[in-house]
């Protein structure tokens, strides 16, 4: 059974620094890995998606990586800002033979302070 | 534009009455699939639907129904609501992999 686990849990940051959320999982029999934002009472916003013939994506001051064989994506945040505050959800999505089933970990709670 | 959405967006209800949320996307997408999210447990997932009335059972199923009758309606129904599934409710569509949230429905069930 595919397991998620994001590291750190929380992270206060000041405004201003760079800073990397760390996603790993169990199984690398995956589709694809996306990366979601979501404000406090709010659906979710996806970031990024990174196909799992993939290494990376980008999109603005975001990067994200994949390394399938040990099981690990990192988000990269250039010049956090109070904007960015929120949780920060890593999705990993199976193959078909495991119904393309969407995991998430429990998310990594993110502060920028100004 | 292209979204999911959800109704209701919040309803407090009482243990024993049925309920129905509906969840319609207008991006001809086929896959489809309903998550509850819940403070320390992250999002999970109920139930699942690959195309019109193809639906599969995700980690959560317990006490939940779905029905797809066609491709861009996914209800959820709880046919005897219980308060332990007081929670935050998200239904999402797919297509190539990316993943389209609802903006969710908040259920308390007294």
């Known amino acids: 059974k595919q397991e998620v686990t994001q590291i750190p849990a929380a992270l206060s940051v000041p405004e201003g620094e760079n800073l990397v959320l760390n996603c790993s999982f169990t199984?690398?029999?995956?589709?694809?890995l996306q990366w979601f934002r979501q404000d406090p009472g709010k659906g979710l916003t996806s970031l990024l998606l990174?196909?799992?013939?993939?290494r990376e994506q980008t999109s603005g001051r975001l990067n994200a990586s994949l390394d399938k064989s040990s099981g690990r994506s990192t988000l990269y945040i250039a010049a956090s800002q109070p904007g960015d505050s929120a949780t920060y959800l890593c999705?990993?999505?199976?193959?078909?033979?495991?119904?393309?089933?969407?995991?998430f970990g429990a998310g990594t709670i993110l502060r920028v302070k100004s | 534009e292209a979204q999911v959405t959800q109704n209701p967006r919040y309803l407090i209800t009482v243990t024993g009455k049925k309920l129905t949320v509906t969840c319609s996307q207008n991006?001809?997408?086929?896959?489809m699939s309903w998550y509850r999210q819940d403070p320390g447990l992250g999002l999970r997932q109920i139930y699942y639907?690959?195309?019109?009335?193809?639906?599969d059972k995700g980690d959560v199923p317990e006490g939940y129904k779905v029905s797809r009758k066609e491709k861009r309606n996914f209800p959820l129904i709880l046919e005897s609501p219980s308060p332990n599934q007081t929670s935050l409710y998200f239904c999402?569509?797919?297509?190539?992999?990316?993943?389209?949230f609802g903006p969710g429905t908040r259920l308390l069930v007294l």
């Open positions: 999402a569509s797919s297509f190539r992999g990316n993943q389209y």
């Open positions: 199984d690398s029999a995956i589709y694809n």
């Open positions: 990174i196909q799992s013939s993939q």
């Open positions: 999705a990993v999505k199976g193959t078909l033979e495991y119904g393309n089933k969407l995991v």
């Open positions: 991006m001809n997408h086929e896959y």
């Open positions: 639907s690959m195309n019109v009335e193809v639906t």
